[in-house]
């Protein structure tokens, strides 16, 4: 993807008007050239949605032009962290992961939000509100299973240690946060301590078999091929590897969903700031959230948007499972991740 500056919309609106008025053309007024929003964004599929449903559908009508900075997540971190001091920082949006997100927002990298500044912040899933950043996508970890291989639907998380999985059990080490949480569930812990769960992992190195894969591509050729069965996973992923052909399903786990999103916040020294809250407002239009939905199978984040019931019955979680979202507790892995990396690298993976 191209990271050329787009021609100026200025220049665009003044050549546009000027044609209007010699054409002698009636019709509603050209919005008011609002200035430039730079969002630093991820590429690919990700970018061209966030392009045609955010950027062309609502910002350009309402008169700004928007610029994507495509970056990697290491880099976007970097900026926040070292511009900070700066008088203006080189973009407007950022674009992360929530884990990633809550760093920014301890140094004080990030400006604080509420519904007075973002109004459909009010439509936002309570469970997934934050003071310094949207929600704009999220997708959940429940249990995928080949349903030829699996035939009773799985229930809990603790059926990936049920014998008859024996050998048929993998995890991406890509997930090991996520994977380490899920276990800690299993074994009576919770999101904001993992030391429980670091027995069952051992169990599924030790009594299962599990297979440790090193991504999540390597997740989905392991189903392909019938090496594994059955794993956790975020169901965008599931609903991407069904598209292409994969038998896969999903199946929410009784200890409930926990959640991924993709957040978007604004640097206390954005160069448009009032360009960025109309941003982040705009990517809560359910017309955008429902495009992410349709294209990579992420969820609204809002009440209101409407899915078709086909992508509903495919990645959808029903009200009662939504209220009760199990969301990681960002303050204790900040704290205790590298521990958490340590002991899946060196006792489950060694």
């Not at 050209?30 to 950027?55: C, E, H, M, N, P």
Request: negative net charge; aromatic residues 8%; without cysteine.
């Amino acid at each position: 993807m191209s990271n050329r500056m787009l021609p100026s919309r200025r220049a665009f609106l003044a050549g546009s008007s000027a044609a209007a008025v010699v054409a002698g053309l009636s019709g509603p007024a050209l919005a008011q050239d609002k200035g430039q929003v730079i969002a630093s964004v991820f590429g690919g599929d990700y970018g061209d949605i966030l392009r045609r449903t955010v950027d062309e559908g609502i910002m350009a009508p309402e008169g700004y032009e928007v610029i994507q900075d495509i970056s990697s997540t290491e880099a976007r971190q970097t900026k926040l962290r070292t511009e900070r001091r700066r008088r203006n920082a080189s973009f407007d949006v950022a674009v992360l992961a929530d884990l990633d997100m809550f760093p920014m927002a301890q140094i004080g990298a990030l400006t604080e939000i509420d519904e007075a500044s973002v109004p459909r912040l009010s439509a936002v899933l309570p469970a997934l509100r934050k003071p310094y950043a949207i929600p704009q996508i999220y997708s959940y970890i429940a249990i995928l299973y080949n349903p030829e291989k699996v035939d009773t639907p799985p229930t809990s998380f603790a059926d990936l240690w049920d014998p008859k999985y024996k050998g048929k059990v993998g995890v991406s080490d890509a997930l090991h946060v996520a994977t380490s949480a899920v276990a800690s569930l299993v074994a009576g812990g919770s999101m904001s301590d993992f030391a429980p769960g670091r027995d069952k992992l051992l169990e599924l190195k030790n009594d299962q078999d599990v297979k440790i894969l090193p991504s999540n591509e390597a997740i989905a050729a392991a189903f392909d091929s019938g090496d594994i069965w059955i794993t956790v996973n975020y169901v965008s992923r599931a609903y991407s590897w069904k598209k292409s052909g994969l038998n896969i399903e999903r199946a929410v786990a009784s200890e409930g969903a926990i959640p991924i999103a993709f957040e978007m916040a604004v640097p206390t020294n954005a160069p448009n700031p009032e360009g960025a809250i109309a941003y982040l407002n705009a990517a809560l239009d359910p017309s955008a959230q429902t495009g992410f939905a349709e294209m990579m199978g992420y969820l609204p984040t809002v009440t209101d948007a409407v899915l078709d019931p086909e992508l509903e019955a495919a990645i959808g979680l029903p009200v009662e499972d939504r209220d009760r979202l199990l969301s990681l507790d960002e303050a204790y892995l900040m704290e205790h991740q590298a521990e958490i990396l340590d002991f899946w690298n060196r006792e489950f993976k060694g």
